[in-house]
């Protein structure tokens, strides 16, 4: 007989593995000061590019105001319970109804977290003599709500409209003898890549094949379409998606997120996510904070276009300079270049210090052996100054790296 804790000395996991030599550093790093396109890190300035903080809002002095207004007015508590016992509110339900029409659905629904809420709304939909299909690079909550599952799923190769059709005849097939429905599963933006979902291409099979679509627009609500609504309004077919989720803890700059859709949809959903009924209410601070953030997004169109100028600023001095950027279509700019994972780590050592640049680095097994891909993610809060610099610095750590610069260990940091 064994200890349950074995393994934790034999296998720390995919990446735990790496925690002696990345904790500090290029995991768990800390970032001081006010959030914003610089911060402190390891007492050092640094240029950031890794907060999905999109529209700059998270240190916006009319949201910094709101947020401690409402902390002073009803501090952290209120409400205390689950919202069907004892946590509903007129301002809980004033957010659902702005957050629905802001996205073009009727109805709408608080989740006191984004990966709980989700996760557990795809276990809510899915009965046993159901079939979920879902995007093969979905995000760790929609396949963990998967995992719920006790009836079959099929996985579609990533945004492959070829593989989502195979897959949607094998799922007829089996429904066909259930009795039961199928849900398609998919997200607006890609968090990685920085690719749309291809919704309008999804949408399209619903005349051929009988299914109901999710859509996660985590990245995409706040920063596509044209009044920021998301991935589906920037495809004109949010009216196609039958269950919209959005998170606050990206273009919000907060904690929380919702789904939107139908009236009869999200009332069996108040009845039925476990996640949300059997757990406390969003607080009111956030409530109400999350009303202030969306005033801001929804009036004021000058947020959407400094995120934009940006955006496009940043893509095209990338891209001019002759950097692939892969399939991105969204503001997430991931810069590809090659080499191993010992160049990967000494290049953005040197990066963070010697040219003060902050980013997120992806390596194998996110991405296929050799590739190392730089993340990006371009905000409203951003300067041109700081996209200028930025384009230059990377010019010259690829010329480092092909000149073999970071083949040897001398950048290497201590770590704490
Ligand atoms: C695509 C996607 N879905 C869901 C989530 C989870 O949202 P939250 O952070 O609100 O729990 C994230 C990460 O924040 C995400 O990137």
């Not at 902390?71 to 957050?99: F, I, N, V, W």
């Not at 495809?235 to 009869?264: C, H, L, N, R």
């Not at 700019?333 to 980013?359: K, M, Q, W, Y």
Request: proline residues 4%; charged residues 25%; neutral net charge.
């Amino acid at each position: 007989m064994g200890d349950i804790f074995d393994k934790i000395r034999k296998n720390p996991g995919p990446l735990g593995q790496y925690a002696a030599v990345a904790h500090g550093y290029f995991a768990f790093p800390k970032l001081e000061g006010e959030i914003s396109n610089r911060m402190k890190f390891r007492g050092k300035d640094v240029l950031v590019w890794s907060l999905n903080n999109y529209l700059g809002l998270a240190n916006h002095p009319e949201v910094r105001q709101a947020d401690s207004e409402a902390a002073q007015k009803y501090g952290l508590s209120l409400p205390m319970g689950a919202r069907m016992m004892t946590g509903e509110s007129d301002l809980h339900e004033q957010l659902e109804q702005e957050l629905a029409a802001f996205v073009d659905k009727p109805a709408g629904m608080l989740l006191n977290y984004g990966y709980q809420g989700i996760m557990s709304v795809v276990d809510a939909l899915l009965g046993r003599q159901d079939v979920v299909v879902y995007d093969a690079e979905s995000h760790a909550c929609l396949v963990d709500g998967v995992r719920m599952h006790l009836g079959k799923r099929f996985m579609f190769k990533h945004n492959d409209l070829e593989s989502l059709e195979k897959q949607l005849k094998h799922a007829t097939g089996v429904v066909e003898k259930t009795g039961g429905g199928i849900l398609v599963i998919t997200e607006g933006v890609f968090g990685m890549a920085g690719d749309q979902g291809d919704l309008k291409g999804i949408v399209a099979l619903k005349k051929k094949y009988n299914f109901r679509l999710l859509v996660d627009d985590a990245h995409g609500v706040g920063t596509m379409g044209p009044r920021l609504g998301g991935t589906g309004q920037e495809q004109g077919v949010q009216d196609e998606i039958d269950v919209y989720f959005g998170t606050f803890a990206k273009s919000f700059a907060s904690i929380g997120a919702f789904i939107a859709g139908a009236p009869e949809i999200i009332s069996f959903l108040k009845y039925n996510t476990r996640s949300q009924i059997f757990a406390k209410s969003l607080p009111m601070p956030l409530v109400v904070g999350g009303l202030k953030r969306l005033e801001l997004m929804r009036d004021r169109p000058e947020f959407k276009e400094n995120l934009w100028r940006v955006v496009r600023a940043l893509q095209q001095g990338l891209k001019e300079v002759g950097f692939d950027l892969g399939k991105t279509n969204s503001p997430v700019t991931p810069v590809h270049l090659s080499g191993g994972p010992a160049e990967a780590s000494n290049l953005v050592v040197d990066l963070r210090e010697n040219f003060g640049i902050f980013c997120s680095v992806v390596l194998y097994p996110v991405v296929p052996k050799g590739v190392i891909i730089l993340r990006l993610i371009p905000t409203a809060v951003h300067t041109m100054e700081d996209v200028q610099y930025t384009i230059e610095s990377f010019a010259k750590v690829r010329e480092k790296l092909a000149q073999g610069a970071y083949d040897k260990e001398k950048y290497a940091v201590e770590l704490v």
